[in-house]
Structure formats: structure tokens, C-alpha cells
């Protein structure tokens, strides 16, 4: 699990709120940080994407290069904790007013929950208590023995963009059964706009409709073909399914991750009021 030192190495930077009435979204997912993965390749272009997500009224981001996979044996999290650092520090001096914490995009494997043990794979904001899982795009995977293997160590799997998958799209309610297991879903904010297809878009709402505790995030990679639109999302959210839904799945939710607490369910609003 993630040391004592980590943890204070990896603090929120302290003159800066975590959300503000100015910029009040807060990002569990983006591709942020230069040179690891397929999002930017230089820090003047990791800036500019910051810039871009801090003009889209984000205020904390938690950078999420790809673990596992196709990088498999790279991006291990001293490495990524190093380059947060490093950008933390282009921000500050380009005077960019956007929090990063260190986090992954990782996709499924049999040996996670090992090397989250072994401090190599990182959970959401290095907090130890929610883990990004990609699941591959052209296939379907079931991930309940994951997902219990995950709650053992009182860790929940926050499944990223399953409307973009070729199967869940399709058939999203097979990720049902996962609810029991602490599941929480990942919508692409682009996606609730339609920019990775139709079948998404619908897919991406239906899965809206369903019990399971929900987020909204950019999955950014560039400022162009990939960029961040989170505002946007909100305002759809906002006048399809109302403020408190869009404000859950676009602040209150990511917050509650990126602090270690439990997201909420959109069923939950009711018996728990205005006190998220």
C-alpha cells in the first residue's frame, strides 16, 4: 500500500481549494503528464492540455498514464509520482491554476492486486482506496474475481468508459453484476456529447439510468482531437437529469474519490439531501 512518505509527498498543493465556485469540476481521469503514455509528448504540450482543462473550469486533476497492458512493465508509480512533480512545477511557474495528483488508467490483469501491494500500480490520488480499471476496448471481460480481490484489500474498481467498449456498448447491462461488488462507473464526458460515435453516446446514458455509483471525467489526452469538455457535459447533464444528478456525477462524486470516500449512487441524493 502506499507509504506515510508518499502520502505527504503527494499532498493536494496547499494554496489551492480543491474545487472553487470559478472552477469546480475535479478530473479522476486524464492523460495529462508528458512523454509516458499516448497523451502529450512534451511539458510544453502537457502545460498547454492543463491550461486547457483549468479553462474548462477543472481545478484538480488526477493525471492517470496507462499501467499495464501495452505498457506493461513501465509508468510504475515512483516514475509517475516523479513527473507530477515535475509538472506541478511547469504549472506553478506558468501560473496555470490547476492541482495534479498522481494516479493510472490501468488495464485489467490477474496480477494487480499484487502490484498495488508491491507500491508499483497506483490507486486514485495514491489515496488507496479506488483503482482505475481499463478494460480492452475490442473485448469483453469479467472482472468480478478482480473486483473481490479488490474489496478484500479495501480497495472499490472504478471501471473507465464502458460505453466506448465494443461489447458493453452494445449490451451495457451486462456490467450489472458487479454492483455487488463495490463497482463504480467511469463515463467519458465526451461521450455524453457524442464524440466517440452514437453507439457510445446512447450507451453512455443508458448506463446513467443504472444503480451503480457514477463519475464523469475527460479521459483527455491532447487539446484537439481528445480534448477536455467537461463544462459541457455538466450542461447536458444539468438539463437532462437536473443540477444535483449533473453536480454528483461532475464535483461531489470525483471529490469524494480523489479524498478516499465513498461515491454515491444517484438513488442515495434523496436520503442523504444537500449533504454530500
Not at 149 to 157: F, K, Q, T, W
Not at 163 to 190: M, Y
Request: a negative charge; aromatic letters at 4%.
Amino acid at each position: 500500500m502506499v507509504s506515510e512518505a508518499n502520502r505527504q509527498s503527494n499532498e493536494r498543493l496547499p494554496e489551492r481549494a480543491l474545487n472553487t465556485p470559478t472552477h469546480p469540476f475535479v478530473d479522476i481521469h486524464c492523460h495529462c503528464l508528458p512523454g509516458l503514455d499516448d497523451g502529450p509528448a512534451t511539458m510544453a504540450e502537457a502545460v498547454a492540455l492543463c491550461k486547457a482543462l483549468s479553462d474548462d473550469g477543472i481545478s484538480t486533476v488526477v493525471a492517470t498514464p496507462h499501467q499495464l497492458g501495452r505498457w506493461d512493465d513501465s509508468n510504475w508509480a515512483a516514475p509517475v509520482r516523479a513527473s507530477v512533480a515535475r509538472l506541478r512545477t511547469a504549472l506553478a511557474e506558468a501560473d496555470v491554476p490547476l492541482n495534479i495528483l498522481p494516479g493510472a488508467d490501468v488495464r485489467v490483469d490477474e496480477r494487480l492486486t499484487a502490484l498495488i501491494g508491491q507500491d508499483k500500480v497506483l490507486t486514485v490520488a495514491d489515496a488507496g482506496k479506488h483503482v482505475l480499471l481499463e478494460l480492452p476496448h475490442e473485448t469483453f471481460i469479467d472482472i468480478e474475481v478482480l473486483l473481490v480481490e479488490l474489496a478484500v484489500m479495501d480497495i472499490r474498481g472504478i471501471v473507465t468508459h464502458p460505453e466506448r467498449n465494443s461489447f458493453l456498448k452494445r449490451q451495457p447491462d451486462a456490467v450489472r453484476k458487479w454492483l455487488d461488488h463495490g463497482c463504480i462507473l467511469q463515463i467519458t464526458a465526451a461521450s455524453l456529447a457524442g464524440r466517440f460515435g452514437p453507439e457510445a453516446q446512447r450507451a453512455a446514458w443508458y448506463f446513467l439510468d443504472m444503480p451503480f455509483p457514477l463519475v464523469v471525467a475527460t479521459d483527455a489526452h491532447d487539446r484537439q482531437s481528445r480534448g477536455p469538455c467537461m463544462s459541457e457535459a455538466y450542461a447536458m447533464l444539468k438539463e437532462h437529469r437536473g443540477r444535483r444528478i449533473a453536480r454528483l456525477l461532475c464535483v461531489d462524486n470525483p471529490v469524494r474519490i480523489v479524498e478516499g470516500r465513498e461515491a454515491l449512487a444517484v438513488a442515495e441524493l434523496a436520503s442523504r439531501g444537500q449533504n454530500l
